[in-house]
C-alpha cells in the first residue's frame, strides 16, 4: 500500500508533514499582514519625511515594487520546499557552502537584534511620553529588559493572538487615515505638499533614499516560510496570501502617507519621534492621544517581542547545530526557555540603543536583510534544476533577476556608517563561527584521544 506521503504526492501536493497543516488561507494572510503591518510605520514616517519631504507616499510604493520581486522568490521556494525553515535552509540547499549559509541565518539574526534596538527607541520617544516623561535611553534599555523578562518567562505566541495584535496596529493606522479624510473634507489640509520633495533634492536620489528606509516596512513576510509545514495546500495558498498580504500592507501604508503628508507640514514630521500621534492630533478629529499612544506602544512592543523571541531562538537554533558557541543553547530547566541566548541578544540590542539612531538602525537592518534576499534570489535560479514530485508556484525567471539588481540597487544608497555598523555585526558572526567549530573539533578530537 502506498504511504500517505506517497498518495499526497501523486495528488499533486506536497509531502505529508509531522505537524498538522490547520493554517487556512485567511489565517495565512493575516498572519503575513500582522508581520508586516507591524511598528515600523509607527515609528519612521518621520525619518522618511526627512528623506522626501512631503511625498511619503513615493518611497512606499516603490518599496512595495521592490519587496514583490523578492516576495516571488520565497513563493516559489517555500511552495517547492514547503519544509524549509527560511532563507538559511534555501542557502544551504542551493549552494551547499556552511559558511554561506550561516551568514545567511547570521544576517537573519543580526537584523533581528538590530530591528530590536531600534524599535526600543521608537517606544521610548513621544508616544511614551504621552504617560510618562522619561530619558529616552534609559527608557530603551528597561523595555529591553522587560522584553527578556518576558521571553524567558515564556511566551507561546499562537495564531489567534497574531490576528488579535493585527486588529490592534491596524485600527491605529486606519485612525491616522480617517484623519487625514476629515482634514480634507473640511476643506484644510495642504494636498500640494504630495508633490514637493526637500529644497536642492534630486527627485530620484531622494526617492530611492526614502524606499530604504520604508523598505523596513514590509520585511516582515520573510518570517512566513517557517511556518510551511503547517499550510494547507502551501502551493495554491501560500503565493495568494503573500502578495495579498503584502499589497494590502502597502496599500494601507500608501494612504497613511498621503494621510499624513496633508495633515502636518515635512518639517513638523521629520521633527517628531511619534509621527503618527502628531497627525492625529493635529487633524482634530478628537481621538484621544492616549487611546492612539496607547495603540501605538502595544504596535512597537508586540514587534519588540516577537523579534527577540525569533532572535533569541534562531540563536539558540544556530548553537545547537554547533554554528555558535554551545553556550546559547542553556535553557532553563522549569521554563524551557533559552536563557543566555535571551540574555546575548538583549545585551547587544542594548548596546545598540546607545550607538545608534532610529534611521541608522532601520537602515542597517535593510542592509542586512537585502542580502538574505540576494542569497534566496540566487537560490531560486540555482535551484531550478532540482526539480520535485508535487507542483508548486513557479515565478518568471525575470522576477528573482530583477529582486537581484533591485538588492545591489538599494545596497548602492546605503551610506558609510550603516555599512560599518553591519559589518562590525558580520565580523562578529564570524568569529563566533570559527570559535564554535574550534570548539566542535576540540570535542572530536578529545573523543577520539
Not at 525553515?85 to 533581528?112: H, K, T
Not at 494601507?252 to 492625529?280: M, N, R
Not at 534566496?376 to 533577476?401: I, Q
Request: glycine share 10%; proline share 4%; aromatic share 8%.
Amino acid at each position: 500500500m502506498a504511504s500517505a506521503a506517497t498518495a499526497n504526492v501523486r495528488e499533486g501536493g506536497p509531502p505529508e508533514s509531522k505537524l498538522k497543516r490547520k493554517i487556512t488561507g485567511p489565517l495565512l494572510f493575516l498572519f503575513i499582514l500582522g508581520d508586516v503591518l507591524g511598528a515600523g510605520i509607527y515609528a519612521l514616517m518621520g525619518v522618511l519625511s526627512g528623506k522626501v519631504g512631503g511625498a511619503l507616499w513615493a518611497p512606499l510604493l516603490v518599496a512595495l515594487l521592490l519587496a514583490l520581486l523578492t516576495a516571488g522568490s520565497y513563493a516559489e521556494l517555500v511552495t517547492k520546499y514547503p519544509r524549509a525553515g527560511g532563507a538559511a535552509v534555501f542557502a544551504e540547499r542551493a549552494f551547499g557552502r556552511p559558511l554561506v549559509s550561516f551568514l545567511v541565518g547570521f544576517c537573519m539574526l543580526a537584523a533581528g537584534v538590530t530591528s530590536a534596538a531600534g524599535l526600543s527607541l521608537a517606544f521610548a520617544g513621544d508616544y511614551l511620553t504621552t504617560f510618562i516623561d522619561v530619558p529616552p535611553i534609559a527608557a530603551a534599555v528597561v523595555f529591553l529588559a522587560l522584553i527578556a523578562a518576558l521571553n524567558a518567562r515564556g511566551i507561546s505566541e499562537s495564531v489567534k493572538s497574531n490576528v488579535v495584535m493585527t486588529i490592534v496596529e491596524l485600527t491605529g493606522l486606519l485612525v491616522v487615515i480617517i484623519a487625514g479624510a476629515v482634514v480634507l473634507g473640511g476643506g484644510r489640509g495642504d494636498v500640494g505638499r504630495l508633490g514637493e520633495l526637500p529644497d536642492g533634492s534630486v527627485p530620484a536620489v531622494a526617492i530611492l533614499a526614502g524606499a530604504i528606509i520604508a523598505y523596513y516596512s514590509f520585511v516582515g513576510f520573510e518570517t512566513s516560510a517557517n511556518v510551511a509545514e503547517e499550510i494547507r495546500n502551501p502551493s495554491k495558498v501560500y503565493p495568494m496570501a503573500l502578495f495579498g498580504a503584502l499589497i494590502t500592507a502597502g496599500i494601507v501604508y500608501v494612504l497613511v502617507g498621503i494621510a499624513s503628508s496633508v495633515v502636518l507640514a515635512p518639517e513638523d514630521l521629520s521633527q517628531s519621534s511619534g509621527p503618527l500621534l502628531d497627525v492625529v492630533a493635529a487633524s482634530g478629529l478628537g481621538f484621544p492621544d492616549w487611546a492612539f499612544s496607547a495603540i501605538a506602544l502595544i504596535a512597537v512592543a508586540n514587534g519588540a517581542l516577537l523579534t527577540m523571541i525569533m532572535a533569541s531562538r534562531l540563536a539558540f537554533g544556530m548553537a545547537e547545530h554547533g554554528l555558535l558557541p554551545g553556550v546559547l543553547s542553556r535553557v532553563l530547566p522549569q521554563r524551557r526557555t533559552p536563557w543566555v541566548a535571551i540574555l546575548a541578544t538583549t545585551g547587544v540590542a542594548m548596546l545598540l540603543t546607545l550607538v545608534g539612531d532610529l534611521s541608522t538602525l532601520a537602515e542597517t537592518v535593510v542592509l542586512l536583510l537585502l542580502f538574505v534576499f540576494i542569497a534566496t534570489n540566487v537560490a531560486v535560479l540555482v535551484l531550478r534544476r532540482d526539480s520535485v514530485e508535487h507542483s508548486h508556484f513557479r515565478v518568471w525567471t525575470g522576477v528573482p533577476v530583477l529582486g537581484v539588481a533591485s538588492c545591489v540597487l538599494l545596497l548602492t544608497q546605503q551610506t558609510a556608517k550603516v555599512w560599518l555598523f553591519a559589518a562590525i555585526l558580520l565580523a562578529v558572526g564570524v568569529v563566533l563561527y570559527f570559535a564554535a567549530q574550534a570548539a566542535a573539533q576540540r570535542t572530536v578530537d578529545d573523543s577520539a584521544s
